[in-house]
């Protein structure tokens, strides 16, 4: 099997945050490609998540470290002296964000700061993708996706330090990593998705795994905001995405510095209640409850993303659609609790994943 021309095989890769949804999927992907992956996140939220079942911290460097921690992380970096750093570790959730303002813009702002300026103390390092939301932008609920130049903005504490970060890696782009400068490398980058789904997301807060909860406790659904309109995309298609633009980045020297956007097909947007009804028939019973409430926090009813630039420049596209994003999601948590492989199964799911691609990322068997 070849794929993104064998380019991750046998290079360092960081992921911060690897013990997250995103991050451990990532890692998995990575060590399928061949990469050497080393770890740097705080905690495991849960023994069911994807990185325990997984098994992934006995098949990578897996370091316990805080991105606020500047000196650990600066110290992680200068000795593993990775070529890939993809940086995902955040505070990842709008609610809690309301709870804890202040652990959420030290961990997500001061965390991509130390980040960035542990990256100007490396000169092993070549390409880094730093991982935002669709929440970065100034939401003016209309119907059409933003696009990459569009306002930033964000009303809730996650949101808002969504788009600071974005923020500032623009400014850290145009000081120190612009190739009009005659600085080649890095390559850095933003990326941007909206609401990914697959299996052995467990977090609070989100519909997904609430829905799985329930679902296997034999409780009904309880749903917050039945008419809010939510893109859906499985977790693996912006994950593609990422590892794409970061392998071009690889070669660019530089042209291809900025932010873009990952977001899923066009049948995806679905109010929530439709998302809950599709699950409850896909899983095969169930049943759902509106718990609305006028006293809940503020979230957005409508979001989605623009992504033109990177259908045009990397020729990327969106693999899976929405019912083939569930089906995925519900298998994954369905052979967990028939007491499955979790890691063959997730590398399964990987390999299947870039055969549904039909050559985007340069798979061959």
């Known amino acids: 099997m070849k794929s993104f021309e064998d380019l991750f095989r046998g290079k360092r890769v960081l992921v911060t945050g690897h013990t997250g949804f995103k991050g451990s999927w990532l890692s998995m992907w990575l060590l399928f490609l061949g990469a050497e992956v080393v770890?740097?996140?705080?905690?495991?939220?849960?023994e069911k998540d994807n990185f325990a079942v997984s098994g992934l911290s006995g098949r990578m460097v897996d370091i316990r470290g805080d991105v606020r921690d500047s000196?650990?992380?600066?110290?992680?970096?200068?000795?593993?002296?990775?070529?890939?750093?993809?940086?995902?570790?955040?505070?990842a959730l709008v609610i809690p964000s309301y709870e804890d303002?202040?652990?959420?813009?030290?961990?997500?702002?001061?965390?991509?700061?130390?980040?960035?300026?542990?990256?100007?103390?490396?000169?092993?390092?070549?390409?880094?993708l730093i991982i935002t939301s669709d929440k970065c932008y100034r939401n003016m609920e209309w119907d059409w996706g933003y696009r990459e130049n569009d306002i930033l903005g964000g009303e809730d504490p996650y949101s808002s330090s969504k788009a600071c970060v974005e923020k500032i890696v623009e400014s850290y782009i145009a000081s120190f990593f612009d190739p009009q400068k005659g600085c080649i490398r890095p390559s850095v980058a933003t990326v941007r998705a909206g609401n990914v789904i697959g299996g052995g997301d467990w977090s609070k807060y989100r519909l997904i795994p609430d829905c799985m909860g329930s679902l296997l406790e034999g409780r009904s659904i309880s749903i917050r905001h039945p008419h809010a309109v939510r893109p859906w995309q499985h977790v693996l298609d912006p994950l593609g995405g990422y590892l794409l633009l970061a392998s071009k980045m690889y070669k660019s020297g530089g042209v291809l510095n900025g932010a873009w956007n990952f977001g899923p097909t066009e049948d995806s947007p679905m109010t929530v209640k439709e998302c809950v009804e599709l699950i409850i028939q896909k899983w095969g019973s169930g049943s759902w409850v509106d718990a609305s409430s006028p006293d809940q926090f503020h979230e957005t009813s409508f979001l989605s993303l623009d992504t033109s630039k990177v259908r045009s420049i990397l020729g990327w596209r969106s693999s899976l659609d929405i019912e083939n994003a569930f089906e995925y999601t519900i298998d994954w948590v369905k052979t967990l609790y028939r007491g499955g492989d979790m890691y063959q199964f997730g590398l399964g799911q990987v390999n299947e994943f870039m055969e549904r691609a039909n050559g985007l990322y340069g798979y061959q068997k």
């Not at 770890?39 to 849960?46: A, E, L, Q, R």
């Open 101 to 128: 303002p202040r652990e959420t813009f030290e961990t997500n702002i001061m965390g991509t700061v130390n980040l960035l300026e542990s990256v100007r103390k490396t000169s092993s390092i070549e390409v880094v």
């Open 71 to 91: 000196s650990r992380l600066e110290e992680v970096i200068l000795y593993y002296r990775p070529t890939f750093i993809f940086h995902l570790a955040a505070q």
């Open 39 to 46: 770890g740097y996140s705080d905690h495991v939220s849960t």
